[in-house]
């Protein structure tokens, strides 16, 4: 463990000179960007002074770093509201969005992965094959408008946009969320469900599973114990890395069912050259996979006992 995190936090420090770099690389005079309207030379030098973009990049950077380790992220130069206290007001939201779009995904794929495997060479298993390549080859903004078109405006059984937080009326909430986190969840339950399919065909190839099924052992508890929980490896780290990917991905469905969550503000950022807010955003993204595949890492050992983190060999 103390090695994964020491891996962690020289990631998460290389994470931090990425988006700080990249941010610096965009075209044009950043203090041109946070001054706004009030371009002459008095006001340029003064944001130039209040934002130390004076000082040589590597102090600069040195102060960010510092700054960001206390958890000061800036302020947005448009609102001028801290950057921190914007995060904390989008997160939830996407949070909430990325959560349930991950268990739609997991109890899809898992459920088709596992029939496509145990009938293989059926109908079922044609089924599921054709779902995952669809799953795959449908962009979600596409799936997103149909969403809204057919089952939001023609059939309303689910509102085409707004959002109600979860502790004012869960619900409602739930009522917003379901349909954002089907369309987002769709791609990823293909990607399960085709790892999901073939790690179950290689567990049910092996000899344990036919001692299993020599002892008398009936099906669900081979398939179901033995199997499956020897397929969730390749699984669970599909899922970790997806978990991340659905945090900064969705953006696009985020903007299409008009939730205020990272996508709002990550796009609302962007056109309006907010530096800080990028910087937020971007930092906040890349923490995220950082700690997610640590937890991943450190969740193999959970499912298979003889994996370890480190070994006494290492």
Known sequence: MLHRLAQSALTLVLATIVVFAGVRALPGDPALALAGEERDPASLAAVRERYGLNDPVWLQYLHYLQNSAQGDLGRSVRTNIPVKDMLVSALPVTLELSL??????????????????????????????????????????????????????????????????????????????????????????????????????????????????????????????????????????IVGLQLGALISGAVVTERIFGLPGFGKLTVDSVFQRDYPVIQGVVLVTATAYIVINLLVDLLYSVIDPRIRVTGAET
């Open 100 to 237: 349930l779009a991950l268990l739609v995904a997991g109890a899809v794929g898992l459920l088709t992965g596992i029939l496509a495997a145990v009938r293989r060479g059926r109908p079922a298993e044609w089924l599921a094959n054709g779902f995952a390549l669809v799953g795959l080859s449908v962009p979600n903004f596409w799936l997103g408008l149909m969403a809204i078109l057919y089952l939001s405006v023609a059939l309303r059984l689910f509102p085409a946009s707004g959002h109600t937080p979860f502790f004012e009326n869960p619900v409602d909430n739930l009522h917003h969320m379901v349909l954002p986190a089907v369309v987002l969840g769709t791609g990823l339950a293909a990607v399960i469900m085709r790892q999901t399919r073939s790690s179950m065909l290689e567990s049910l190839g092996t000899d344990y599973i036919r001692t299993a099924r020599a002892k008398g052992l009936n099906e669900r508890a081979v398939v179901g114990v033995h199997a499956l929980r020897n397929s969730l490896i390749v699984v669970v780290t």
